[in-house]
């Protein structure tokens, strides 16, 4: 007859955590295999019957069964094995962040993992575990922008508030231009490398063709765009532009305009008193990523203009209409998320920025 698990008990909590590591998809298999056999095992399964559920052996569910008997969820983790002892280590990492707190070799900018494994006399592999273990990428880089404008919090308010509650029977749209995008004429394919895999190949020389400036508006509500191609972009193909934008919108609608600080965009207070029901609303100074048509710029450099080839300036223009045209169908209104950023966040050192 099948041996019966004598019955276990065990918190809510508990119950909780079990249910949690039996479901996971990042805990270890192993794990979540244990978390299994000690739920079967509240369930007052047999011990044959949880072992060929689990696809295991009945002494493995006595294992864990008497392991989480004496040390609950903790007895689940694996023991201390005994081996080698280690060669690398704390006194090992202490040496490594250290060495990264100290100017770099003569003729370097910054450290690389080679660079620091020669300096603590260490395998360089050794280094790249502690380096990943502590979360550090020497070469990754982040840049900010940090507004110096003394009205930031008042203009940041006005166009968030525009994107999360914007007034009743008004259009809020995002505008802005892609100035000088080069029509470069060059071959461009696939190419195989030595390591056998297929990466994307652009030839290294080139012709140009000209440019084009691209002026574009995004409606924040529908992530709809209206565009426009010109040649030149003064005030005067701006306020074209906007032309264009007022004689699609309706004219009961009130027209909330979100533009940054060029030049083109300002002064323009007789086109704005012939216009009543058009608003500007500046971003602060050093701050256009409140301004949500930059996410739209960079989609479509992406999809319609990156490794391209554009035999003239005319081509561009068609390659540029032709994804707008296919993008409008689909536009989604975009979900304007903003990581806060500080000056504060900088840190002189990793040590003083781990702890």
Same mark, same amino acid.
């Given at each position: 007859?099948?041996?019966?698990?004598?019955?276990?008990?065990?918190?809510?909590?508990?119950?909780?955590?079990?249910? &949690?590591?039996? !479901? =996971?998809?990042?805990?270890? &298999?192993?794990?979540?295999? +244990?978390?299994? /056999?000690?739920?079967?095992?509240?369930?007052?399964? %047999?011990?044959?019957?949880?072992?060929?559920? *689990?696809?295991?052996?009945?002494?493995?569910?006595?294992?864990?069964?008497?392991?989480?008997? /004496?040390?609950?969820?903790?007895?689940?983790?694996?023991?201390?094995?005994?081996?080698?002892?280690?060669?690398?280590?704390?006194?090992?990492?202490?040496?490594? $962040?250290?060495?990264?707190?100290?100017?770099?070799?003569?003729? %370097?900018?910054?450290?690389?993992?080679?660079?620091?494994?020669? !300096?603590?006399?260490? =395998?360089?592999?050794?280094?790249?575990?502690?380096?990943?273990?502590?979360?550090?990428?020497?070469?990754?880089?982040?840049?900010?922008?940090?507004?110096?404008?003394?009205?930031?919090?008042?203009?940041?308010?006005? /166009?968030?508030?525009?994107?999360?509650?914007?007034?009743?029977?008004?259009?809020?749209?995002?505008?802005?231009?892609?100035?000088?995008?080069?029509?470069?004429?060059?071959?461009?394919?696939?190419?195989? @490398?030595?390591?056998?895999?297929?990466?994307?190949?652009?030839?290294?020389?080139?012709?140009?063709?000209?440019?084009?400036? $691209? #002026?574009?508006?995004?409606?924040?509500?529908?992530?709809?765009?209206?565009?426009?191609?010109?040649?030149?972009?003064?005030?005067?193909?701006?306020?074209?532009?906007?032309? %264009?934008?007022?004689?699609?919108?309706?004219?009961?609608?009130?027209?909330?305009?979100?533009?940054?600080?060029?030049?083109?965009?300002?002064? *323009?207070?007789?086109?704005?008193?012939?216009?009543?029901?058009?608003?500007?609303?500046?971003?602060? @100074?050093?701050?256009?990523?409140?301004? $949500?048509?930059?996410?739209?710029?960079?989609?479509?450099?992406?999809?319609?203009?990156?490794?391209? =080839? #554009?035999?003239?300036?005319?081509?561009?223009?068609? !390659? /540029?209409?032709?994804?707008?045209?296919?993008?409008?169908? @689909? !536009?989604?209104?975009?979900?304007?998320?903003?990581?806060?950023?500080?000056?504060?966040?900088? +840190?002189?050192?990793?040590?003083?920025?781990?702890?």
């Amino acid at each position: 007859m099948s041996r019966k698990a004598p019955q276990i008990t065990c918190s809510e909590q508990e119950r909780k955590v079990l249910e &949690r590591l039996a !479901a =996971s998809r990042t805990e270890s &298999r192993q794990m979540v295999e +244990r978390a299994r /056999i000690i739920l079967h095992c509240l369930s007052g399964k %047999q011990i044959q019957d949880i072992a060929k559920e *689990c696809q295991t052996r009945a002494n493995t569910v006595i294992k864990w069964r008497n392991r989480f008997i /004496i040390n609950r969820i903790a007895g689940l983790a694996d023991a201390p094995r005994p081996g080698a002892k280690k060669k690398y280590g704390a006194d090992f990492r202490n040496r490594v $962040l250290g060495t990264l707190e100290s100017p770099p070799p003569e003729g %370097q900018a910054t450290w690389d993992g080679a660079s620091v494994a020669k !300096a603590v006399q260490g =395998s360089k592999h050794a280094v790249w575990r502690v380096l990943r273990k502590e979360g550090i990428c020497l070469q990754r880089q982040r840049s900010w922008c940090v507004s110096t404008d003394k009205e930031f919090a008042a203009k940041a308010a006005d /166009i968030v508030g525009l994107y999360l509650d914007p007034p009743h029977n008004a259009l809020v749209i995002c505008v802005d231009e892609k100035p000088s995008i080069q029509a470069l004429e060059r071959a461009t394919g696939y190419v195989q @490398t030595s390591s056998g895999k297929v990466v994307r190949g652009l030839k290294s020389t080139y012709r140009r063709h000209g440019t084009l400036n $691209l #002026f574009a508006a995004l409606q924040v509500a529908t992530g709809h765009i209206h565009s426009s191609t010109t040649e030149l972009k003064r005030r005067e193909e701006f306020l074209q532009f906007m032309d %264009q934008v007022v004689s699609e919108t309706a004219e009961d609608k009130e027209l909330h305009v979100i533009l940054d600080n060029y030049c083109t965009h300002k002064k *323009c207070d007789t086109w704005l008193a012939e216009h009543p029901n058009v608003h500007f609303h500046y971003t602060p @100074t050093s701050a256009s990523w409140l301004n $949500l048509v930059e996410v739209w710029f960079g989609i479509m450099s992406r999809k319609a203009l990156r490794g391209a =080839s #554009f035999n003239s300036v005319e081509e561009l223009r068609q !390659a /540029i209409e032709s994804f707008i045209a296919v993008y409008n169908p @689909t !536009a989604k209104p975009f979900k304007w998320r903003k990581r806060e950023v500080k000056g504060a966040q900088l +840190r002189d050192t990793i040590v003083n920025l781990c702890k």
